[in-house]
């Protein structure tokens, strides 16, 4: 499995093991071209076998009749579409009683596709078991952590810790293994859906037991779990395993360190049923395997351990109708999966083509912004670009969704749109496998924001996911590209390490900050961080005390302000706005850069810098406005030896490194003209260009540039 780092014995071993398997598969099979298919089924030891950049969506021709079929073919044939994604929810047309299963049509479908040169990324279809399955096994259903069973009627796979789920979705997938692993069409395998949505949480009694079980293995004896669920706390001593359950709904507050490890277990469970489907189908096919991940949209699974089980990240993501600069969300996300991949190219397995139909406002995608949401994931190391999906469902809760053919049929702007995304893919060839390069890190750590949601914090007015939106802001306007990274990772190769929002952190991985700095990085850290360890115990000596010496401040009193109140900060010369914290800071030889002004904190230490080793540590005790976090910001680049750019506002820029060219895309998400800040060939738009050429309201350039 990949994770992380590609060796050379790493490759041979993919490379060798698919020509292995190749050989059996295609002896089982009698297809002579089997074998040497296998040995470049996979560019790089992962990467499925598709040319270029892959173009297409999720297909469900199952809703359609025949017909419908050949007029699909013929119309992904127009568009350049080169795979697509079938079978996801297919399992009550596979499996139609239990161990009776019809392929038939599948079978036709996988010809059809395969004789029109469109690839397969085959889906197993366990995100939606048949309702036979659950009349038979009722006690499979999930439970609410307010008790309630799931009723059926939605999709939603059922309870991860049931064994009859367990075993029945590794039947389906290892017989579709068995009758596909061989077929020349199928590229990649696109296991279950969307794991963690709909069903995150279970508090069945299934994962009663289960999470029993995960607990004695991780904790060895209930001495362990009463010392590190702290339960000396409200008496909770348990006395014996059987007394452990999970931390349904209770009258007060449930114990927060129960309820981190709930959540540790739960990602655990969702993770084990991934592997075991994948493993069902590593035993009859070699092609590489994924499942689609929810970046920067849902927490409930550790993505950083899904990144190491997955042969190629895929991921899935919808603007949020709300925010007016989704594009921000949308490169968060793009550079999440990214980083999960290890840097190497991933697949953007689904985004929209106009309006989604879930949020309560579904604002269609204006001319133009579609390509510009995929183009944008594509310079952010994307080399494939899937939609939700391929044709608009009549019938169903997703009718209203856009599709690549919408309602109105290829007589619409989106199709028009999406023939001529498909014409710019096919020029961007070159692109793919090239490599983002960053200098800046944002650490991003699933575990501290499940140990922070939890209730009764200081304010709740404090959020990890908008600290990270505002310092990832800072760097997207400047045109600085993020990486995002956990705090234990080897971070030597950035130049500035900025900390959103790490309310947990083990002194390990304070150890490996302190270490970064030491060794001549720059460290930014926001408030409230490394406050409490992996139980949610709070650190011995405080608040940051684990950061204490590479930050040179730890952290007396929090100062949480009222709602709406706001603060200010004198820094640097200027008056800085504030709102939602101060804290009261303890010194301990950080220099004093910025001074409350007035509340709680008034006249106290605001911001701090402090020499460690080669490095800086810097520390911002309250939430900063935009404009004061850019005043604070310039001074941090400036020890970081990082320049900013100066782009006008809306311009996205980022680069791509390939072995002989760089590729750098430019968007220009305002609504007057800029221009473009390279020399190059623009491959978008087939011209050559240099630095000021216009770049018109809307439009995108990718320029291959030498410099
Ligand atoms: C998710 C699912 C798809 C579809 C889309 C709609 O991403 O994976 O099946 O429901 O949402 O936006």
Known sequence: MYNGTVTLSSYLTVIFSASFLGARIAAAYGR??????????????????????????????????????????????????????????????????????????????????HDNGIAVDLGTP?????????????????????????????????????????????????????????????????????????????YSAHAVL???????????????????????????????WHEVSVPAAALSVVNPAQRLDFA????????????AERDAIRAHAAQPITTNFMANSSWVTDLWAWGREVDIVSDDHYLWAADPEGEIGLAIAADLSRSVAGGKPWILMEHSTSAVNWQPRNVAKRPGEMARNSLSHLGRGADAILFFQWRASRSGA?????????????????????????????????????????????????????????????????????????????????????DFALPGHDLSRYSLVIVPAQYLLTTADAANLAHYVEHGGTLLVSFFSAIVDEFDTVHEGGYLAPLRDALGVTV???????????????????????????????????????????????????????????????????????????????????????????????????RRRGETHDYVTVINHGDTVASVPVSGFDLVGQSEVTRGTPLAAGAVAIVRTTT
Request: glycine share 10%.
């Open 32 to 113: 002579a071209d089997q074998a040497a298919r296998l040995d470049v089924m996979t560019v790089d030891g992962v990467w499925p076998a598709v040319q270029g950049i892959a173009y297409g969506g999720d297909y469900s021709p199952e809703q359609w009749p025949r017909e419908t079929w050949h007029e699909d073919v013929a119309l992904m044939r127009e568009a350049g579409v080169s795979m697509v994604s079938i079978g996801i929810f297919s399992w009550a047309l596979l499996e139609t009683s239990e161990g009776v299963f019809d392929f038939d049509w599948l079978d036709d479908l996988i010809e059809l596709l």
């Open 126 to 202: 366990t995100a939606s078991p048949p309702a036979w399955f659950f009349a038979k096994h009722p006690d499979a259903r999930p439970v609410s952590r307010d008790g309630v069973p799931m009723g059926f009627g939605a999709r939603g796979m059922a309870s991860p810790s049931s064994p009859e789920y367990r075993e029945a979705s590794v039947r389906i997938a290892g017989r579709l293994a068995e009758r596909y692993g061989g077929h020349p069409a199928v590229v990649m395998w696109h296991v279950h859906n969307e794991y963690g949505q709909p069903v995150g949480e279970d």
């Open 398 to 482: 997703e009718k209203f969704h856009s599709a690549m053919i919408p309602h109105a049929g290829t007589q619409s702007r989106v199709w028009r749109e999406v023939v001529e995304l498909g014409a710019t893919l096919g020029r961007l060839a070159e692109v793919r496998g090239s490599r983002v390069q960053a200098d800046v890190a944002i650490l991003w750590d699933f575990e501290s924001f499940w140990a922070q949601d939890l209730e009764w914090r200081p304010s709740v007015d404090v959020s990890h996911a908008e600290r990270i939106r505002a310092f990832y802001e800072q760097c997207w306007r400047a045109g600085i590209t993020i």
């Open 264 to 275: 540790r277990f739960t990602d655990h469970q969702l993770r084990q049923c991934y592997i």
């Open 556 to 654: 007396e009193e929090f100062l949480p302000l009222r709602e709406n109140a706001t603060a200010s900060v004198a820094f640097d010369g200027s008056t800085l706005a504030a709102d939602v914290w101060q804290e009261h800071l303890a010194l301990a030889g950080a220099e004093v850069m910025g001074t409350y002004l007035d509340g709680p904190g008034a006249g106290m230490p605001a911001i701090t810098r402090n020499r460690h080793g080669d490095g800086v540590g810097w520390y911002v005790s309250t939430r900063l406005d935009a404009a004061g976090l850019t005043r604070v910001m310039a001074a941090v680049y400036a020890d970081a030896g990082i320049t900013a750019a100066d782009l006008p506002a809306g311009l996205e820029v980022v």
């Open 210 to 240: 289960a999470f029993r079980q995960w607990l004695e293995a991780r904790y060895g004896t209930i001495a362990e779990l009463n010392r590190v669920w702290g339960t000396a706390f409200w008496g909770q001593r348990y006395s014996d």
